[in-house]
């Protein structure tokens, strides 16, 4: 049986321990164990982590502490699936330049902020992940990002939809949805998951779920 570690906490505007109810049901759904903590505690432990097959963290904005950066990179360097959403995973842990690296991006702005409606565009052919999946429109926060440019993306979003200081760059592709490896590790993130509603729904459902399932080692 597989094993899977998610923690959660930081912001709680995000939701993190509804979403990591939902990463649970998901993770149950497909045989999965499943080791909930709402901590930072035992991070460090890098023997520990590189016995799960999965880390899902749902941890907003905090600090970590960088010993437990340096077990976390080196658990997923040998194997160990990282998965995500949202800030819960790429607005965390703001300081620690190596926890984005790996995770390939970093939240820096939300232009109309919640509520603002936009359209993903799914790449079509792009991953197994999205197979199937057509475009649809979200109303939610609509994140631009600082993108690794190595990153598959399978999804995006057009930029501007609100208006703001960047609007005079024209229009952008941002990416919703990627994987990275980090050396034999796969990395999933889907910037959709503002509240646990958003992520419940479909397509977002099904998409976090795939993508979890193909991190995992």
């Not at 049986?1 to 709680?12: E, N, P, R, T, V």
């Not at 505007?13 to 999965?32: D, F, V």
């Not at 941002?174 to 889907?190: D, E, N, S």
Request: glycine residues 10%; aromatic residues 10%; charged residues 25%.
């Amino acid at each position: 049986m597989k094993k899977a570690l998610i923690f959660w906490g930081g912001w709680d505007g995000h939701e993190p321990q509804k979403i990591a109810e939902l990463y649970r049901t998901l993770l149950l759904k497909n045989g999965y164990e499943v080791e909930v903590q709402s901590t930072l505690e035992r991070l460090d432990d890098e023997v520990r982590l590189k016995a799960f097959d999965l880390i899902l963290p749902m941890w907003t904005m905090g600090k970590i502490e960088k010993e437990a950066v340096k077990a976390l990179t080196a658990a997923v360097e040998s194997g160990v699936g990282l998965a995500g959403c949202h800030g819960g995973m790429c607005d965390a842990f703001r300081e620690s330049t190596e926890w984005q690296f790996m995770t390939g991006g970093q939240w820096v702005a939300h232009p109309g902020n919640d509520g603002t409606e936009y359209t993903v565009r799914v790449l079509k052919g792009s991953h197994p992940i999205v197979e199937g999946i057509g475009d649809f429109t979200i109303q939610s926060e609509q994140y631009y990002m600082h993108v690794d440019p190595a990153n598959r993306v399978m999804a995006v979003t057009e930029f501007p939809v609100a208006d703001g200081p960047h609007v005079p760059n024209g229009r952008v592709d941002m990416p919703v949805v990627w994987t990275k490896a980090w050396g034999k590790g796969r990395v999933f993130y889907t910037a959709l998951g503002h509240h646990e509603d958003i992520l419940a729904a479909e397509p977002a459902r099904t998409i976090m779920e795939r993508g979890m399932l193909w991190a995992a080692r």
